[in-house]
T-cell receptor
Framework: AQSVTQLGSHVSVSEGALVLLRCNYS??????LFWYVQYPNQGLQLLLK??????LVKGINGFEAEFKKSETSFHLTKPSAHMSDAAEYFC?????????????FGTGTRLTIIP | DTAVSQTPKYLVTQMGNDKSIKCEQN?????MYWYKQDSKKFLKIMFS???????INETVPNRFSPKSPDKAHLNLHINSLELGDSAVYFC????????????FGPGTRLTVT
């Protein structure tokens, strides 16, 4: 079975500071990993994805994530936070399963940006 | 152009009623999904369809019945609504079943009173 743990349901950073949102996964086979962002009253938007190519993945809006197999982690970072980054962030995992793949989401991290 | 659209955006109804939510994608994707997001923002898959065929039914009560008339549409009908059905329901689509990102609709906020 696959699962995702997001450490920290709320993270606050100052504008211009580093953003680090943590995600650890559990999977018996090499996974696909995703980060999604949800702005208030909107659907989820894909930030980036890891599908077994480069371990450092760059996404939209200056975000990136690094797949570390030894640590079973896929943490999301951004060097300099912007006010518009305030949102809910979800890490998700899926594994190849003969067509029965499904996305399993973490519980989300609410990012607040302090002016 | 909206990639994945849902109607209605808001739905307020009383316990015991039957309601439907419609979803359409114009991305040419083969696979569509329904998710439920509860009040704590936890997202859980309910169903997936691939080319109109049900693939995943994640132990959802049989009061929930998805229907896919064609691969661009996936509707969700809910019978005998209960208070616990109050949530935001998201439709999503992906190119196909394996390894592709999912594109989400804007959500339908269902409130059962």
């Amino acid at each position: 079975a696959q699962s995702v743990t997001q450490l920290g349901s709320h993270v606050s950073v100052s504008e211009g500071a580093l953003v680090l949102l943590r995600c650890n996964y559990s999977s018996s086979v090499p996974p696909y990993l995703f980060w999604y962002v949800q702005y208030p009253n909107q659907g989820l938007q894909l930030l980036l994805k890891y599908t077994s190519a480069a371990t450092l993945v760059k996404g939209i809006n200056g975000f990136e994530a690094e797949f570390k197999k030894s640590e079973t982690s896929f943490h999301l970072t951004k060097p300099s936070a912007h006010m518009s980054d305030a949102a809910e962030y979800f890490c998700a995992v899926s594994v190849p399963n003969f067509g029965n793949e499904k996305l399993t989401f973490g519980t989300g991290t609410r990012l607040t940006i302090i002016p | 152009d909206t990639a994945v659209s849902q109607t209605p955006k808001y739905l307020v109804t009383q316990m015991g009623n039957d309601k439907s939510i419609k979803c359409e994608q114009n991305l040419g994707h083969d696979t569509m999904y329904w998710y439920k997001q509860d009040s704590k923002k936890f997202l859980k898959i309910m169903f997936s369809y691939n080319n109109k065929e049900l693939i995943i039914n994640e132990t959802v009560p049989n009061r929930f019945s998805p229907k896919s008339p064609d691969k661009a549409h996936l509707n969700l009908h809910i019978n005998s609504l209960e208070l616990g059905d109050s949530a935001v329901y998201f439709c999503a689509s992906s190119l196909t079943l394996t390894g592709y990102e999912q594109y989400f609709g804007p959500g339908t906020r269902l409130t059962v009173t």
